[in-house]
């Protein structure tokens, strides 16, 4: 074959004809003779084999395309959404600082000397209190943020045992605080088999499972049930606290697990918006989550899901 022929015919052809000059000679009375003859053939073999090939490069690099721009779009959207809530973080925070000390300025006017005692005295209670409120939302704010890097214990914890002590000391402190004790059900598995067992920090996931729980407590009208319940959902342990509450607004439920997200039914209630971020971050660095359900004026249902402990 001439070289020329060759050349334009390109690798690939080369390499089929190479083949068709084999398969020719293995077969009885064969000769060189049937490439030539191959020859048209073998070029138009190679020209198209060379344009599907062109074709699936090309199609290859519109996906890569797409795919590296959908990346970036992703990423834009995620830097939008980390501002946005970086910037609700502030807005908050600048809300929970301005009434205490708001509140601390007006109260140092009634320490001086012209003041009267009544007035001194009301004075200092209100420095007190509104010190105390502060030092307590500083201390919540730095347990967040500890909270995201902290190294974690890593032992088999009994979920159901955490959810029974988290009542009954969820329970005895708001009798305690002088409310009625709160109508708490429990209901765990038993059968086929009790609820599994997790792997983490026993004394964090029992944070998570009060603040859910002490959450409830506080928006549940007297004389309303509170349902705790533990289910085995196919390798997840799922505890749901739900209650009878007020629920919260459509326009409220994608933020209360944000750092200081106080709703408008909260107002007047004492926190700091703090609980539930943490129970966020809990079910987070457990390889869980954490959500929630709400329906205006019938009630809320939040679930904790953690990952079922494995063999060991």
């Known amino acids: 074959m001439p070289r020329r022929a060759l050349v334009a015919a390109g690798p690939v052809a080369v390499v089929t004809l190479a083949v068709a000059v084999v398969t020719a000679l293995t077969l009885p009375g064969a000769s060189l003779r049937v490439t030539v003859r191959l020859l048209p053939l073998v070029l138009v073999v190679g020209g198209a084999t060379a344009a599907a090939v062109a074709v699936a490069a090309w199609v290859r690099a519109g996906r890569v395309r797409r795919a590296d721009a959908a990346v970036a779009s992703a990423e834009l959207a995620g830097r939008r959404a980390e501002r946005e809530a970086h910037g609700r973080f502030l807005a908050r925070l600048d809300h929970e600082l301005k009434n205490p000390v708001t509140a601390i300025r007006a109260a140092v006017t009634g320490t001086d000397d012209a003041a009267g005692p009544d007035e001194r005295a009301r004075a200092r209670a209100t420095l007190v209190s509104q010190s105390t409120r502060l030092a307590s939302l500083v201390a919540d704010l730095r347990k967040l943020a500890e909270l995201g890097t902290q190294e974690l214990e890593d032992e088999d914890v009994d979920l159901a045992q955490v959810v029974r002590d988290a009542v009954d000391d969820v329970s005895a402190q708001a009798e305690a605080a002088g409310a009625l004790r709160p109508a708490v059900q429990v209901v765990l598995p038993t059968a086929p088999w009790p609820l599994p067992h997790v792997r983490g920090d026993v004394d964090l996931l029992y944070v998570a499972v009060a603040n859910l729980l002490a959450n409830a407590v506080k928006f549940s009208p007297p004389g309303t049930r509170i349902e705790v319940r533990g289910t085995d959902d196919d390798g997840t342990v799922v505890v749901e606290v739900a209650d009878a509450g007020p629920g919260i607004p459509d326009d409220e439920v994608g933020t209360v ?56």
């Open 257 to 312: 697990f944000d750092e200081l997200a106080r709703g408008r039914g909260a107002r007047g209630l004492p926190g700091s918006g703090i609980g539930l971020a943490l129970v966020r971050v809990i079910a987070e660095r457990h390889g869980g989550e954490v959500t929630l359900r709400s329906r205006l004026g019938q009630g809320t249902s939040a679930r904790l899901r953690i990952p079922a402990a494995g063999p060991r």
